[in-house]
T-cell receptor, first 117, second 110 residues
Framework: GAVVSQHPSWVICKSGTSVKIECRSLDFQATTMFWYRQFPKQSLMLMATSNEGSKATYEQGVEKDKFLINHASLTLSTLTVTSAHPEDSSFYIC?????????????FGAGSRLTVL | AQRVTQPEKLLSVFKGAPVELKCNYSYSGSPELFWYVQYSRQRLQLLLRHISRESIKGFTADLNKGETSFHLKKPFAQEEDSAMYYCALKGSGSARQLTFGSGTQLTVLP
């Protein structure tokens, strides 16, 4: 099967610091990964599309300088929340599409809960 | 623009009763529709997709283009079906990302 691992699963940081979240496809290659944000009792909101070897594509309203995305390899994408503030506290989820899957099926990570004090 | 609407945030049914989770979409082209499920403390996972016309865990969903709906149904709900269900739409062409509905929390009562 296709497995996506996210790390850390939860993190607490002080306001003003930066936090990096990793998303790894463990048993398949993913040229494209997606980063979502989920507020309590709300749906997943797509933040950006991470493309291996090129710049990420950000959704409208998402600050690219605030949420840095790097997709350096076919199995790893990272999301760095820079100069985090309490309003950045949220649940961040990544997903990846298996190459050649043909069915446009995404595999999701378990999510990373960020709390900014 | 594409949009997915799940009108019910919460839905409770008794074990053995039929259940239907509603999903309506808005999209000008030919969409692909999916249902994802998230059990308590587990990650989001695919339940079924309309192109495969499959039944998973007793659930089925039929794409009704006339009504722009993709409702999820199960004739006899089980307690283990209690979970958060998300309807999702993928547009055609280069629109690779999914648009999710707001989700419906299903609780199956004993």
């Amino acid at each position: 099967g296709a497995v996506v691992s996210q790390h850390p699963s939860w993190v607490i940081c002080k306001s003003g610091t930066s936090v990096k979240i990793e998303c790894r496809s463990l048993d398949f290659q993913a040229t494209t990964m997606f980063w979502y944000r989920q507020f309590p009792k709300q749906s997943l909101m797509l933040m950006a599309t991470s493309n291996e070897g090129s710049k990420a594509t950000y959704e409208q309203g998402v600050e690219k300088d605030k949420f840095l995305i790097n997709h350096a390899s076919l199995t790893l994408s990272t999301l760095t929340v820079t100069s985090a503030h309490p309003e950045d506290s949220s649940f961040y989820i990544c997903s990846a599409m298996k190459q050649g899957s043909g069915a446009n099926v995404l595999t999701f990570g378990a999510g990373s809960r960020l709390t900014v004090l | 623009a594409q949009r997915v609407t799940q009108p019910e945030k919460l839905l409770s049914v008794f074990k053995g009763a039929p259940v239907e989770l509603k999903c309506n979409y808005s999209y000008s082209g030919s969409p692909e529709l999916f249902w994802y499920v998230q059990y308590s403390r587990q990650r989001l996972q695919l339940l079924l997709r309309h192109i495969s016309r499959e039944s998973i865990k007793g659930f089925t969903a039929d794409l009704n283009k006339g009504e722009t709906s993709f409702h999820l149904k199960k004739p006899f709900a089980q307690e283990e079906d209690s979970a958060m269900y998300y309807c999702a739409l993928k547009g055609s062409g280069s629109a690779r990302q999914l648009t999710f509905g707001s989700g419906t929390q299903l609780t199956v009562l004993p």
